[in-house]
């Protein structure tokens, strides 16, 4: 029977955690469909990541090729196919991140193995493959089947399901001739732009006043500024109050932006997509303030009021105003 | 320049109580407001701005119901010079949406196509670089800035983090656009009234070669609500009553 193989996401020289977490799903997988899990590394000088791979999965395939040192999909999606016919793998995983979503899909069509993309629990089910998606923004989960098929392709999101520790195994690293033939002009990486270092750096503040596009207009941001100030704490915002202008990208929290593990998180008018949860989850108390009383934050916060916030916001500020809190 | 958009109408769920069907197999939709996906707008204005820098048409195609004819007709108000409606197939998953774009775009002239990043219902995040791998095109996904120089797309792509990517793809290709690419444009009623004497084309499957109208990869077999974790402790009482919790426990939490 074919393997399960995980694809390993790396950048800039380092593993990235999603790589892991898709370890841990899929030694539950190779488990349960009694085969072994394999890690495709693609990628130039990649011997300690190899090694670090090694100490958690039977096997660690790479292919060293120049030209997989930054992530090109095109290039990446030659190596995987050629890789696939080889080895039949019955499952390949990949990271639903903006390294998988550029590939996974025309990886599909190429191989013509069906794809299930943005998994938040996947299993097999005689011969098929069945997963769990998050539709509607969040609202509801779908239970997918796949169709049979001798292998499938799913992208798994990030930060759902266990790492895979550092282990005591020693998976037998194999180099594969590369299935390269040069480089590609029909898509080139030209290089990485790092986010501006500016002003208030957000993931140092213990406080956090976080808007999102439920707060319905810029004109409400500077009584959340003062709120914050009120409160020794700092404005933060979601992805949507960038995206309109309210406020400048550096104080976006999200999988986007910035990942924050304030004392206090204080989320306004924010829906909880998963894409902004991922990235404060970690704060020490939550609170959430929405007038839905079913958005999804509300099952991350520690505290909620169902309200519309202009009716609780202009008090708190003033009540909370002088007081050292 | 000529440049195709693929856009979608979708239910607005974000703040909207949500029932299930009674099979099970979807949401009701009967007392939901439907509007353009978020994403597409972006890709519509970007496309918009593109034509009025090199020339050329933006022809606008959605696969959709004939509701879906009211945000193809906002497309229009936006700027868009065409729209194309397709038959919706009975069922469908990202791939078959793929393959029926596939064989509407293969009939226009076009230099570039433009997609969402994903659907705000569904949100496959599939059918743009799907779409690029059937009609032999390369694509970027996630674009988040577009320069177009010599035949080619300089792009910048949103990673993780607040890193971007910077690559250049050769054209014709498939983009992925990104929310916060450009700025959203208020869209007048008198746009819209003069939109609505454009014409939107109706095309069947058959029309233009689908013979297969069924699922190609994944089916729905049920949806159900996300099961609830931990809840939030609710506060409860009159605002100033809330607040004089809330304060207490901020006090407590800070330490």
């Known amino acids: 029977m074919g393997e399960i193989f995980v694809l390993v996401e790396h950048r800039q020289g380092k593993i990235r955690d999603i790589t892991y977490e898709m370890i841990g799903l899929g030694e539950n997988l190779a488990n349960q469909k009694r085969t072994s899990l394999t890690a495709l590394l693609l990628g130039q000088d990649v011997k300690t990541m190899a090694e670090d791979l090694s100490s958690r999965v039977s096997k660690v395939l790479v292919v060293d090729d120049e030209n997989l040192r930054n992530f090109n999909s095109v290039l990446y999606q030659q190596a995987l196919s050629s890789l696939i016919s080889k080895y039949q793998p019955i499952l390949l995983l990949i990271g639903h991140s903006a390294f998988g979503m550029d590939l996974a899909p025309s990886l599909s069509i190429e191989t013509d193995l069906p794809l299930v993309t943005d998994c938040i629990g996947l299993w097999f089910e005689n011969e098929k493959l069945k997963a769990i998606r998050s539709i509607y923004g969040g609202k509801v989960n779908a239970s997918v089947s796949l169709k049979e098929s001798r292998g499938y392709i799913a992208t798994i999101r990030p930060g759902v399901f266990a790492p895979k520790p550092v282990g005591e195994k020693k998976g037998a690293i194999i180099m594969e001739h590369s299935p390269l033939k040069g480089a590609t002009d029909i898509k080139k990486f030209i290089e990485y732009i790092e986010a501006p270092i500016t002003g208030e750096d957000i993931t140092q503040a213990e406080i956090l006043v976080s808007v999102g596009q439920g707060i319905g207009g810029p004109e409400h941001i500077p009584m959340f500024e003062e709120l914050a100030k009120n409160l020794g704490g700092t404005i933060a915002c979601s992805r949507p109050v960038v995206d309109r202008n309210w406020l400048p990208k550096e104080r976006q929290v999200g999988i986007s932006g910035k990942t924050v593990k304030p004392k206090i998180y204080i989320a306004i008018g924010i829906s909880g997509a998963f894409q902004h949860v991922t990235a404060m989850q970690g704060s020490e108390t939550i609170i959430a303030i929405n007038k839905d009383p079913r958005a999804p934050i509300f099952s991350v916060a520690d505290y909620g009021i169902v309200d519309d916030f202009k009716n609780v916001i202009p008090i708190l500020k003033e009540k909370v105003k002088g007081q050292t809190l | ?255």
């Open chain 2, 1 to 255: 320049m000529n440049i195709v958009v693929c856009v979608k109408r979708v239910p607005k769920t974000a703040e909207a109580d949500i029932f299930i069907e009674k099979d099970g197999k979807d949401i009701k939709k009967d007392n939901l407001v439907f509007a353009l996906n978020d994403w597409d707008g972006y890709a519509v204005r970007e496309a918009v701005a593109l034509k009025e820098k090199f020339g050329g048409e933006v022809v606008v195609v959605s696969i959709g119901p004939e509701e879906a004819k009211e945000v193809l007709t906002r497309c229009l108000a936006m700027g868009a010079d065409r729209a194309l409606r397709i038959e919706e197939p009975p069922s469908s998953d990202a791939c078959l949406i793929a393959q029926i774009l596939s064989q509407a775009i293969k009939t226009q002239p076009f230099d570039l196509i433009l997609t969402g990043v994903q659907a705000e219902d569904d949100g496959w995040g599939q059918v743009g670089v799907a779409l690029a791998q059937i009609l032999g095109l390369p694509h970027a996904s996630i674009v988040n800035r577009i320069e177009i120089e010599d035949g080619k797309a300089k792009v910048k792509r949103e990673l993780e983090g607040g890193l971007e990517e910077l690559l250049e793809v050769k054209l014709p290709a498939v983009l992925t656009i990104q929310t916060g690419i450009n700025e959203p444009k208020y869209v007048s009623l008198s746009a819209i009234l003069e939109a609505e004497e454009k014409e939107t084309k109706e095309l069947g499957l058959e029309e233009i070669g689908v013979t297969h109208k069924e699922p190609l990869h994944t089916t729905i077999e049920q949806v159900s609500f996300p099961p609830v974790g931990k809840m939030a402790e609710i506060l409860k009482g009159s605002p100033e009553e809330v607040v004089g919790q809330l304060t207490e426990i901020i006090k407590k939490k800070k330490g």
